[in-house]
């Protein structure tokens, strides 16, 4: 009776639950640069489908690509990872471009939304710049990687087929010249052979996508066998890979049984929200020079606190955004020394020259700052034409008050202080005339206190509060 009376307790609670491992994870990488976070993210929703006991655990994602050290980390996982990952490329108009290549072959299962794209996976639109001769520009060396894909100044017939071949000669030259271009691309296409062939996909399209930067659509990719499917939204995936089997790293088979499956969308917390929006080139690139005006502001104006420690803290944040980027040091060298000469401007008397020469070392250690020939890894010029511009204004704006100021005749002899009032402002010290001058009292004194000069020791006053 105990038994019968336990079943019917049970029973509502098993008609309205899901069956244990009838639930499917999901994630979004939507537009995100694959970096450090992005790769804790994917990471931690692995872990967490496999300690659920989840069918599969399916990455929406769109990116535009991203680092090379942290889709090295993500695919190491996802091949790793001991439940089914599902790579699913969408909405429409999304694309996996670089690094999402890599991590789309390396998964389980790949699927495309309609209107969407896969390609360009060469290494260097992973933000890797191999070393380069002094002199010697990389934006250069990649432009005559790409020139027979681009062909410009192409025409037809025999004149085009010249110009081809003069393309795949300076090409040629330019890995000769650089062993380190050669070295990374080697490497790269070597990587992406091994996870295409542990997943069964096709090896030369994804060779091609390393070495030639290719591109294709859904259909495309589906037809050269990169990815296995078409899906129009999530549901219709569910659907279509029911029944597909594969096989985990262990080498336990797993059969999809995903019609009416449970899902469950995994959110990135706080801290990974927040360091992924850090971790923008721009956005690292405007911290690190609010924290220099922060400290700016307190060396001009000392006992304020608030500005030298919000600044402090923001090129705190800025550097460790810098620290997972490819930072080119000789950049943030100049811009630091930028920073050096602003601030001896304040202090020496120079008439402009020093502001001059800071400011162009500041807009040249910005163009330097982020090593990288992706466009989503560099800082925009939109945003540090506008700093520049704005910091050589602001200083050509103090240099001239402070000369108009030592320009003016104090209208006070040394004598002459003894008996002026005064009010007592920030750091102890007083305004009287065009001069600030260090006071010393008998008494305790805070700022807005009304004091009388009594007399003059050096370059101090003695005062008296009335």
Known sequence: MKRLLALLLFLPFSLFSSPE??????????????????????????????AAGDQALVIELDTPGGLLSSTRVIVKKILNAEVPVV??????????????????????????APSTNIGAAHPVEFGESPKKKEGESFREILKSLKKEK???????????????????????????????????????VAWVSTIAKARGRNVNWAVRAVKESISDGETAAVKMGVVDLVAKDLSELLVKIDGREVTLAS??????????AVIEVIKPNLRQRVLDVLINPNIAYLLMMLGFYGLLF?????????????????????FYAFHTLPTNYAGLALILLAMALFIAEVFVTSYGLLSIVGGVSLLLGSLFLVDSTAEFMQISLKLIIPVVL????????????????????????????????????????????????????????VPGDR??????QGMKLRVKKI
């Open 21 to 50: 491992g009838n639930r499917i994870s999901v994630i979004t990488i939507a537009d995100q640069i694959i970096n450090p976070v992005a790769a804790e993210y994917i990471g931690e929703a692995i872990d967490r489908a496999v």
């Open 87 to 112: 790579v699913y490329v969408a909405p429409s108009g999304s694309r996996a471009g670089s690094a999402g290549v890599f991590i789309t072959l390396a998964s389980h299962v790949a699927v495309m």
């Open 150 to 188: 681009e062909g410009e100044g192409q025409k037809e017939g025999s004149k085009g087929k010249k110009t081809e071949k003069k393309s795949h000669d300076a090409r040629r030259m330019t890995h000769d010249e650089n062993p380190m271009v050669d070295k990374i691309l080697n490497d790269t």
């Open 251 to 260: 080498g336990k088979k797993v059969r999809f049984q995903t019609k009416g």
């Open 298 to 318: 307190e060396i001009t104006h000392p006992g304020v606190w608030f500005p030298g420690v919000a600044g402090l803290i923001c090129i705190i944040l800025a």
């Open 390 to 445: 704005g910091t050589g204004l602001l200083f050509v704006f103090l240099v001239g008050l402070a000369v108009r100021v030592q320009r003016q005749k104090s209208s006070l002899g040394v004598q002459a202080l003894v008996s002026q009032t005064a009010v007592v402002t920030e750091g102890g010290k007083a305004a009287i005339g065009n001069e600030i001058w260090d006071i010393v009292a008998d008494e305790p004194l």
């Open 451 to 456: 004091i009388r000069v009594t007399d003059v």
